[in-house]
């Protein structure tokens, strides 16, 4: 009996040993004397696109910076979340980082609204003074006070208008043209200054609303014009770079509280030097767009003097509150 009871005991005891043996590769490797710190970065693109490739850059650089201590896990496709419900997962921690446009983000901070208005840079050098600037870091201290943390900002793209009927090489050219939308007042307003006929309408109807004529025209930047196809039923394309909407890295105020200060100032590092990488798979990417479309049957316009086109923005830059004005002034002062 004796004998019986120990060997029971045995074997709880090596059942015992397993489970912790297989529990514990699961859990975070050590990497030193310290834990792996696992970190989650939500991404909507696929893994191919030039802004996913972004973050995997600055994933890197941290893993190789902490010395294997801290790891970041890109998740791309839409994997965690669409954009909003992601924002809402950073700002109560139960994600730790995304990469979004600040469209979305202005619902949460609304001075953001500013870096939206349309003809707002003079180009994409002045777009990127801004944001490295003091206007930039600006910008992200205002993230703080709704729980978000200002991390790096991405390449965007101009996006720039193409439709299904005509050549336009000035605003009076798209007088009546049904021109597809995001669902923003902003954007409604743009198009109706320009004499076009603003229609709201999900991303993913636009090619079907293109064919069949729902819709005239659309806007956006050379790689979702050409990866959506829509470059096949609207080959008209205008290059008025009315907009440039930066792309963001915002980190949860939670999530990086519980790291040390050096750790913090490790990963906004990182993601200041993973933005000429992206950059440059950006300009890659828009000049294989550019070339694909045009082999396509295309007619490219390019608007050299845009003069015309922001003074027929005025009253939408009239519309918006003190703070953005003030913003949209220091931008236009920044060389």
Not at 87 to 94: L, N, R
Not at 169 to 186: H, N, W
Not at 210 to 233: C, K, M, R
Not at 263 to 273: E, F, G, P, R, S
């Amino acid at each position: 009996m004796k004998v019986r009871k120990l060997l029971s005991v045995a074997m709880v005891l090596l059942a015992m040993a397993s489970m912790a043996y297989a529990t514990g590769q699961k859990e975070a490797v050590p990497a030193g004397d310290a834990k792996v710190i696992v970190l989650r970065l939500a991404e909507t693109h696929p893994a191919d696109y030039p802004t996913t490739l972004g973050d995997m850059k600055f994933a890197e650089l941290v893993k190789e910076r902490s010395g294997g201590r801290i790891v970041i896990e890109v998740y791309p496709g839409s994997q965690l979340g669409q954009e909003k419900a992601v924002i809402e997962q950073v700002q109560f921690g139960a994600i730790d980082f995304t990469r979004v446009s600040i469209s979305p983000l202005a619902a949460f901070v609304p001075v953001f609204n500013a870096l939206q208005l349309p003809y707002l840079y003079r180009s994409e050098d002045h777009m990127w003074k801004v944001l490295l600037g003091p206007i930039g870091k600006e910008l992200f201290a205002s993230l703080e006070p709704s729980g978000f943390v200002g991390i790096g900002w991405f390449e965007p793209g101009a996006r720039n208008f193409y439709n299904s009927k005509r050549p336009v090489s000035k605003p009076s050219d798209l007088a009546g043209l049904k021109i597809r939308v995001q669902e923003s007042e902003l954007m409604v307003g743009m198009v109706q200054g320009l004499g076009a006929v603003a229609t709201p309408m999900p991303y993913g109807e636009v090619y079907s609303g293109l064919q069949t004529g729902v819709i005239d025209g659309a806007e956006n930047n050379w790689p979702s014009y050409e990866s959506t196809s829509h470059f096949e039923v609207a080959k008209y394309y205008t290059v008025d770079e009315h907009t440039r909407v930066p792309e963001i890295i915002i980190g949860s105020k939670i999530s990086l509280s519980k790291l040390s200060q050096a750790d913090q100032d490790l990963i906004k590092q990182a993601a200041i030097d993973a933005i000429p990488y992206q950059r440059k798979l950006w300009a890659e990417r828009e000049k294989a767009s550019e070339a694909k479309v045009k082999a396509g049957g295309s007619i490219v316009t390019v608007i050299a003097d845009k003069g015309p086109w922001q003074a027929a923005m005025q009253a939408v830059y009239d519309k918006q509150p003190p703070a953005v004005q003030y913003l949209v002034k220091r931008i236009g002062e920044v060389q």
